[in-house]
T-cell receptor, first 107, second 122 residues
């Protein structure tokens, strides 16, 4: 199975900050990397697919990059509604594993 | 608007069974692969199973293989997950999740249900 490792596991930031979350795959997955946002008590929401494609309706302050094994999710200017937990997921091969999550908290 | 409505969760004893259902609307259900993803209380996401649009191909995580069975009825726009030989560690919210891809699917989820809680406890 492909292991997905996110860092950091938690992050404190302020409104307006630029933040970056990284995700590393245990083997090459090309660009088959997706990012989801989950708020407490809610289902996840797709933000980025194919490493860098913005899902329809997602604000442009979210940006994804990377290929191969190393990927990043950047939020250019944090808004209050962005404080949530973020998960990466590989869709290269089954089982479609997720990272352990990064909890983004308000400083 | 895509809507996915899960049902069938509840409290069950270890070794017991449940069948989860997911009623889909707002898209051509028979064209898209579907997934189940679960989340244990306070934990991260775990992909459980995928079924192709036709229902002819299925894939499951090793942790549930041989115990859980994914199926679909395209005439009823409904996805199912049969859970057998349940263990305490299967306790989780189970999400019905629409694949972005038609046909065989990819595991990329573009729409999620609200989830149904399965609790396995004696």
């Amino acid at each position: 199975d492909i292991q997905m490792t996110q860092s950091p596991s938690s992050l404190s930031a302020s409104v307006g900050d630029r933040v970056t979350i990284t995700c590393r795959a245990s083997q090459i997955i090309s660009n088959y990397l997706n990012w989801y946002q989950q708020k407490p008590g809610k289902a996840p929401n797709l933000l980025i697919y194919a490493a860098s494609s913005l899902q329809s309706g997602v604000p442009s302050r979210f940006n994804g990059s990377g290929s191969g094994t190393d990927f990043t999710l950047t939020v250019s200017s944090l808004q209050p509604e962005d404080f949530a937990t973020y998960y990466c997921q590989q869709s290269y091969s089954t089982p479609y594993t997720f990272g352990q999550g990064t909890k983004l908290e308000i400083k | 608007e895509v809507q996915l409505l899960e049902s069938g969760g509840g409290l069950v004893q270890p070794g017991g069974s449940l069948r989860l259902s997911c009623a889909a609307s707002g898209f051509t259900f028979s064209s898209f692969a579907m997934n189940w993803v679960r989340q244990a209380p306070g934990k991260g996401l775990e992909w459980v199973s995928l079924i192709s649009a036709s229902g002819g191909s299925t894939y499951s995580a090793d942790s549930v293989k041989g115990r859980f069975t994914i199926s679909r009825d395209n005439s009823k726009n409904t996805l199912y997950l049969q859970l057998n030989s349940l263990r305490v560690e299967d306790t989780a919210i189970y999400y019905c999740a629409k694949d972005q891809e038609r046909g065989f699917g990819s595991g990329l989820v573009d729409n999620w249900g609200q989830g149904t809680l399965v609790t396995v406890s004696s």
